[in-house]
């Protein structure tokens, strides 16, 4: 069982930065791939970006290449995702996902392909 815990949403003007943090419990956190998704408001939960458990793979949404990064630190069991030049349209509730399964080269896309979620972190960006 891994319990993930999101942090460092917030309120940010259009341009600005935000690093969000996801937390994991548990001591198999290395052989987790770890995800972001987002929801905004009246729209489904879509793929963001996400890292293998070797940290060799990353794979990103196209609407965030370039301005998004994820990062892991297995060492304190935490995974980041920094955002910058934020836009209005990434304003949405931004959860951490983990994924079990896979070698550790799988990156899952798909919210499927995750077993575990947090409660999500909100984000708002202003115009």
């Known amino acids: 069982q891994v319990q993930l815990v999101e942090s460092g949403g917030g309120l940010v003007q259009a341009g600005g930065s935000l690093r969000l943090s996801c937390s994991a419990s548990?001591?198999?956190?290395?052989?987790?791939?770890m995800g972001w998704f987002r929801q905004a408001p009246g729209k489904e939960r879509e793929f963001v970006s996400a890292v293998s458990s070797s940290g060799g793979n990353i794979y990103w949404h196209d609407s965030v290449r370039g301005r998004f990064t994820i990062s892991r630190d297995n060492a304190k069991n935490t995974v980041h995702l920094q955002m910058n030049s934020l836009k209005p349209e990434d304003t949405a509730v931004y959860y951490c996902?983990?994924?079990?399964?896979?070698?550790?080269?799988?990156?899952?896309?798909?919210?499927?392909?995750?077993?575990?979620w947090g409660q999500g972190t909100q984000v708002t960006v202003s115009s």
């Open positions: 548990g001591r198999t956190f290395s052989t987790y791939a």
């Open positions: 996902a983990a994924s079990g399964r896979g070698d550790s080269d799988y990156v899952p896309v798909l919210e499927h392909g995750y077993d575990y």
